[in-house]
């Protein structure tokens, strides 16, 4: 498995939809999803084209997914939120642009296709760390998923992960 260069304060995180387009049925809830990247990590989000456009076809969202890979500012990518559909383009990407500009990946449900497609391909990713979910808990961020999250973002080596 790669090594994947971890973060710094003020880093550009790539946000987009790779499957179900939830921002733009629930604008409120991702713009705070979005603050909290702000706020609590200090990183600045950077949205991609059919993060909020629903029925977004496959080519469009292969597209923003490839563009965010191969943008050397972004330093991180985070899904929005899974879906439904994922699997129906993964498999036709080609593994050398994700190979060659290796960098963090964070989101699950659907976008576990994606996350298999880079382990298949020697680059870790994280399960979980979605923008609508986990970024924009009402009232305040759980503790823990701040935590974890910030060592996945920022820091090397092992940490236990305690219940």
Do not use: W
């Amino acid at each position: 498995m790669k090594i994947l260069r971890k973060l710094k304060k003020g880093d550009k995180v790539a946000i987009l939809s790779p499957s179900f387009a939830a921002p733009g049925i629930f604008p409120h809830v991702f713009e705070l999803g979005l603050q909290r990247i702000r706020d609590v990590f200090g990183l600045e989000p950077v949205e991609y084209p059919t993060t909020r456009k629903l029925n977004a076809s496959s080519d469009e969202r292969a597209r923003d997914l490839i563009a965010t890979f191969e943008n050397p500012e972004i330093k991180a990518v985070i899904a929005s939120i899974g879906g439904d559909d994922q699997v129906t383009y993964i498999y036709k990407m080609s593994p050398n642009i994700f190979i060659n500009n290796s960098k963090p990946f964070f989101g699950y449900s659907d976008n576990s296709h994606f996350c298999n497609f880079l382990f298949q391909h020697g680059i870790p990713s994280y399960y979980g760390a979605c923008v609508m979910t986990q970024f924009a808990m009402q009232k305040e961020m759980d503790t823990y998923t701040v935590e974890y999250i910030h060592h996945a973002l920022f820091d090397s080596g092992k940490y236990e992960i305690l219940p």
